[in-house]
């Protein structure tokens, strides 16, 4: 039933103005038919949603009687007191979405329930109800909104080109049709078919549906459970990121939402993954028990506070730590990148419009890449949420095992050769020994123990008679790292035990590069910057370009192991590259 919220209960809402363009309206609209249980919403606009905006859904529908009261502002079927609010399961609860839509357009809503013989048509025109009558129609809900804004004219000039109007509603019903696989969606613009998703819970086919075939390559599942939080999308390889955050789409149960928390999660799980201005792709899904977060603090429902913000940093965080870790993730070569004259056969797979073009004008520039594995969906529904079931596709992640790699050699006195099981690698040696050194060294720094060796003849130091630096600010960071330095006079420093993991000279490299940074003022007392020191003087302490022993490879290897982030260098260049024993096959046209 709906009815109206009492006062005390409408203050408490943080109400805004909702409507201020075409895809504010198609927001609400295909929130409430979520709401209403659909499994099949259709969207049809016309210019920019500006003359023309029609959602149809074949949900639950609206009884006879409550029809018109839907149209009055704080009139919910979804909440009904203040405690209502603390555990929204739906994604309304306002009751102000119609209210403020009729008030400024014509809107036409036809509604038919499963028990009802027949429908009704209720035409409004700026709030004021013109008709409500009987109307044969199937199930559930039709609205039509015409000449947005016919009545303010001073909000028109507010709207964007047709164009940029049109490009703001796909990519919204985009990110809604990712967050709900369960819900065939379609959107038609004018009269062609933008994208319709196929509604049998698979979120990879979505994402290939809504953003093309490209996008799927280099995609790794992500699934994780913690307590009562879960989460599931896919997350791009560090191969293939992108220029911006524009493709990191988040939902929390079923909400579409911009979240700082969710991109800090994202920034630490890639943390020196990624070269400096590149993001990841992102489509996460969050699940949480409603009474763990307030979805009532923004006008338009865009953001959301976490009750345990940290918590779920920390949760979203591990869970794209550990896929990142997984063979997936490595940099894959590709036989389609292997040129033939042999054609290869076309498989699409896919049968979805072509939007590409569409997409690339709305989003530019990312750069992707493979497809991973998607098996039979698994069905599951969390509670307290009622709008939507949850599928789980198995991510096909399988751990990465340093112990089974067999080496091969070396070639270019650079890449090492190894392979295991099923794929071929080639690891990059310096880059290798870079992502060792650093964290040999951020692991010294930050431990009590310091290893240290004791040089027979000690190293000198001359500093420039400009460093700006007095001694303070510094020597007892390069003391934190196992070195034994003092000064000696005459701009002078003498270094008498080096860390144990270092050979001599890339210990005086080091201690040269630090030398140097000195020289140019940055902040040794702050954490982040001396990281990044500490992270530019590896890159050049660490030898390259020498043939390694069969001893040595395994000593690296042996260490690589041991690190946190073995797969990059510190400055997000990979250190494996792997090619599968399929794609060496297609390569050589045997599959
Ligand atoms: P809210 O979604 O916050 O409750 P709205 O103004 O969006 O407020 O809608 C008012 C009421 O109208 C809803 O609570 C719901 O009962 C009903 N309603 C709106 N759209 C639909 C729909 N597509 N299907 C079924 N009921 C709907
Ligand atoms: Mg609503």
Redesign the pocket.
């Known amino acids: 039933m ?1 009815r109206i919220l009492e006062k005390n209960v409408a203050d408490k809402i943080a109400a805004g103005e909702v409507i201020d363009r075409p895809v504010s309206i198609i927001k ?1 609209l295909l ?3 979520i ?2 249980g659909a499994d099949n919403i259709t969207v049809e606009i016309k210019n920019g949603g500006k003359s023309y905006i029609r959602v149809s ?1 074949n ?4 009884y006879a009687d409550d029809i018109e009261t ?1 149209f009055m502002r704080h ?4 909440i009904r007191s203040v405690t209502d609010l603390n555990s929204i399961g739906t994604l ?8 403020s839509i009729c008030a400024v357009s014509r809107v036409e809503l036809v ?1 038919k329930t499963a028990d009802a013989k027949m429908g009704r048509k209720v035409v409004t025109e700026g709030s004021k109800i013109l008709a409500n009558e009987g109307i044969g129609c199937p199930e559930g ?1 039709t ?1 039509t909104v015409r000449d947005l804004f016919y009545n303010v004219p001073a909000r028109q000039k507010f709207m964007s080109s047709d164009n940029a109007e049109t490009r703001r509603i796909i990519d919204m019903v985009s990110r809604i049709a990712l967050a709900y696989g369960d819900i065939k969606f379609t959107l038609i613009n004018g009269s062609s078919k933008v994208f319709s998703t196929q509604g049998k819970g698979s979120i990879f086919n979505s994402i290939v549906s809504v953003y093309g075939k490209d996008i799927g390559k280099d995609l790794i599942a992500v699934e994780s459970r913690r307590g009562d939080f879960i989460l599931k999308g896919f997350v791009s390889s560090p191969a293939s990121s992108a220029t911006s955050r524009s493709r990191q789409i988040f939902s929390v149960n079923g909400r579409i939402i911009s979240s700082k928390v969710l991109e800090k999660s994202l920034d630490e799980a890639y943390k020196e993954k990624l070269f400096h201005g590149r993001f990841p792709i992102a489509f996460l899904f969050l699940y949480i028990s409603p009474e763990k977060l307030d979805v009532n603090i923004h006008p338009t429902k865009k953001e959301i506070r976490f009750d345990d913000a940290f918590e779920v940093q920390d949760f979203v965080a591990q869970a794209v730590k550990d896929v990142l870790v997984t063979k997936e993730a490595l940099p894959k070569v590709y036989a389609e990148n292997v040129k033939s004259d042999v054609p290869d056969s076309v498989d699409d797979g896919c049968n979805q419009v072509d939007i590409k073009n569409l997409l690339t004008t709305l989003r530019k520039d990312e750069e992707i890449s493979h497809e991973p594995q998607v098996n039979e969906p698994q069905h599951f529904e969390y509670k307290g949420i009622k709008s939507q079931e949850i599928s789980l596709e198995e991510p096909e992640c399988r751990p990465f095992d340093f112990s089974q790699l067999k080496f091969l050699g070396s070639i270019f006195n650079t890449y090492i050769m190894a392979v295991d099981g099923s794929d071929f690698y080639l690891i990059d040696q310096h880059a290798a020994h870079e992502r060792v050194f650093y964290e040999k060294l951020v692991k010294q720094y930050d431990s009590s123990e310091k290893l240290s060796q004791q040089l027979m003849m000690p190293l000198n130091f001359n500093v420039a008679s400009h460093l700006p630096q007095t001694e303070d600010d510094w020597i007892e960071n390069i003391r934190k790292m196992g070195y034994d330095i003092e000064y000696f006079g005459n701009k002078t420093y003498i270094v008498r035990e080096i860390p144990a993991f270092m050979e001599l000279k890339e210990a005086e490299d080091f201690l040269n590069d630090i030398f140097k940074e000195l020289e140019d003022r940055p902040d040794f007392s702050n954490r982040k910057i001396l990281d990044k020191i500490i992270m530019r003087s590896c890159k050049s302490a660490v030898k390259g370009g020498d043939s390694l022993t069969d001893t040595e490879i395994d000593a690296l290897v042996k260490d690589m192991k041991n690190c946190v982030n073995p797969f990059s260098c510190p400055h997000g260049r990979p250190t494996f590259i792997r090619m599968t024993k399929y794609e060496i096959e297609k390569m050589f046209k045997r599959v």
């Open positions: 709906i609400e929130e409430n038919s709401d209403a859904d949900g639950s529908g609206i839907a009139a919910t079927s979804k309304g609860f306002r009751g102000e979405a119609l209210a509604s809900t609205i």
